[in-house]
């Protein structure tokens, strides 16, 4: 499995961003797909996760992010996206895409769980 992910920049306090993460290597639609985070100096932190079951999407975020981040996927093209609203100085970190095989459905917010992980998108929030 090979996850790219891109979108990074720089945005202004309160403007908007959307990442994207391209998954390859295996059938994209079984595998739980997630967004982490790392700032200078912190350890990496859960933002949101996604998936799809049985026709069903069920995501999670992080109470940091609830209400300004949305996870979506698009199973047609194998990739993940992290849409970024009212974004903050605090959002500034290195984003990273993340996925395990479940087709089961059980899921993760731990970052040890997942299998695979991308080289990460730089996020800078500054005015």
């Known amino acids: 499995v090979q996850l790219q992910a891109s979108g990074g920049g720089l945005v202004q306090p309160g403007g908007s961003l959307r990442l994207s993460c391209a998954f390859s290597g295996r059938t994209f639609n079984s595998y739980v797909m997630a967004w982490f985070r790392q700032a200078p100096g912190k350890e990496r932190e859960f933002v949101a996760r996604?998936?799809?079951?049985?026709?069903?999407?069920?995501?999670s975020y992080a109470d940091s992010v609830k209400g300004r981040f949305t996870i979506s996927r698009d199973n047609a093209k194998n990739t993940v996206y992290l849409q970024m609203n009212s974004v903050k100085p605090e959002d500034t970190a290195v984003y990273f895409c993340a996925a395990k095989n479940s087709p089961t459905g059980v899921t993760s917010t731990t970052a040890r769980w997942y299998q695979y992980w991308g080289k990460g998108t730089l996020v800078t929030v500054s005015s």
């Open positions: 996604i998936s799809w079951n049985i026709g069903n999407y069920a995501e």
